[in-house]
């Protein structure tokens, strides 16, 4: 069970693949894990034959554990593997030692992230090996996910870099590293298949298995008796809570709201379906509501800022990461737009169709949730006024969105009908004062009743 890059200590096998005697590929995806995240495709990085899939769907594995092996000497799988931390099993196999042999000095992982955990782990009971002849050559030691394989170690790559290079067809052994420790980054691959463009977007990689099938809404539901029915707390709920937790305690939430007329946004809302330059795109209130926020970001810089309690400094960002979250059968998770303050209308309306229609399908890549710099949340499509929203961890503020709704207000020295909404603004007191927090609150409600300002703030 490798740790995808995340540092993640343990990952739950959503579903197999591929079964025992299954003929699989180098970079053929053979199941998909949750971590605390996201879902995550693993590939096997060998060709050959599964021999056992050691742990069913539904089961929590620590990063290092072997979760399958796979019989890599084309001939027909054997009884029992050679040793539980075996995972691609040479032919003929030698009758294997009682315990698996120590780890020999100097090895290192064909995938980052893969490897024995420092703890030990727990095995599965092994079979009774079969009396086997020893062969007259010296035995071969089996090689190992954690290990060198026999003709000499393969090149350092995480899991999705290297279904990368199988999309594009590049050598592994080819690419010169350029990331820490001599690790395969992306990049290096895209530089080994030039002259050809890089594409923007990952290509899938061709799978012989079956079509995944979506995970279940909710973790699977233990019933203790017919009044109540308890449902384990792992994967996305679980890291949530724990960051939201720790968010809670160590941030000093403040919650700044404010209620006014957001008419003339809608109505630009409907002016902007019609624009040709919007043609294809989706336009709603959330997309002007996000570019708001940019334009009072870069009218009120400090806010976009964390605080590193470690080195006891103010971190402030020159970019806008804009996280949105997102409501998923996972539980609730919050994927960013990389650098959104650089972006136009059209191509930011373009990154939250991607982000919601990616969230929506459970394809969130753990990358995509990484580096927020501020967070929206919109809690109005509940019909909810609004809320006093938590920090996500490592940001220094976050805006709730509330419910548009026609109510009577007074425009013009006149009461009329008009589109009103609540927005609230909590943020971390310990480098956002009271003045500050106000300031950017205030520049988005302006904004967003006179959204002319889009142009002549920005």
């Known amino acids: 069970m490798p740790d995808v890059g995340e540092g993640l200590t343990e990952a739950e096998i959503l579903k197999w693949y591929v079964q025992p005697g299954d003929t699989v590929e180098d970079g053929q995806i053979v199941c998909e894990v949750e971590t605390a995240k996201a879902a ?11 021999h056992e899939l050691l742990f069913p769907e539904g089961t929590t594995v620590d990063v290092g554990q072997v979760i399958i092996s796979v019989n890599v000497g084309g001939g027909a799988a054997p009884e029992a593997p050679a040793a539980p931390a075996a995972v691609a099993t040479p032919e003929p196999v030698a009758a294997p030692a009682p315990a698996a042999e120590p780890e020999p000095e100097g090895r290192q992982p064909v995938l980052v992230g893969y490897g024995v955990a420092a703890s030990s782990t727990k095995r599965r009971a092994r079979k009774a090996a079969p009396t086997a002849v020893a062969p007259a050559a ?17 090149p350092l790559a995480k899991p999705p870099v290297r279904k990368l290079a199988k999309d594009l067809g590049v050598d592994l052994a080819t690419v010169t590293p350029t990331g820490p420790d001599g690790i395969i980054t992306r990049e ?4 080994a298949a030039a002259p050809a463009p890089a594409p923007l977007v990952e290509a899938p990689a061709p799978v012989a298995a079956p079509a995944p099938v979506a995970a279940p809404a909710v973790a699977t539901a233990v019933a ?8 384990p707390i792992k994967g996305v709920r679980k890291a949530t809570a724990a960051a939201m937790v720790g968010s809670a305690f160590t941030a000093p939430h403040v919650t700044e709201f404010v209620t006014f007329d957001i008419t003339r946004t809608m109505k630009l809302v409907e002016e902007l379906k019609a624009d040709k330059d919007m043609a294809g795109l989706r336009v709603n209130p959330l997309l002007l509501i996000a570019k708001a926020v940019l334009v009072a970001v870069k009218r009120n810089p400090e806010i976009n800022a964390a605080w590193d309690e470690a080195a006891q400094e103010i971190v402030l960002k020159h970019y806008v990461n804009l996280g949105i979250a997102a409501a998923t059968p996972r539980g609730l998770i919050v994927p960013n737009i990389k650098d959104a303050h650089a972006q136009t209308l059209p ?5 939250l169709s991607e982000l919601v229609a990616t969230a929506r399908e459970g394809k969130t890549t753990p990358a995509a949730m990484q580096g927020g710099t501020f967070t929206i949340t919109n809690v109005g499509v509940f019909g909810v006024d609004t809320g006093t929203p938590i920090l996500n961890p490592g940001e220094s503020a976050i805006l709730a969105v509330g419910a548009i709704k026609l109510q009577p207000w007074v425009h013009k020295g006149k009461v009329k009908p008009r589109q009103v909404t609540t ?19 205030a520049d988005i409600a302006a904004i967003l009743e006179q959204p002319k300002r889009l142009i002549t703030w920005a």
Do not use: C, M, W, Y
């Open 423 to 441: 927005l609230a603004l909590s943020f971390d007191h310990r480098l956002v004062d009271g003045e500050l927090g106000s300031k950017f609150l």
């Open 138 to 154: 010296p035995a071969v030691v089996p090689e190992q996910l954690n290990g060198h394989a026999p003709a000499g170690p393969r």
């Open 188 to 191: 290096d691959v895209h530089a």
């Open 224 to 231: 203790s008796d017919a009044r109540e029915t308890r449902v």
């Open 40 to 50: 995550v495709e693993l590939p096997i990085p060998f060709d050959g034959t599964v």
């Open 347 to 351: 191509e930011l309306s373009k990154s």
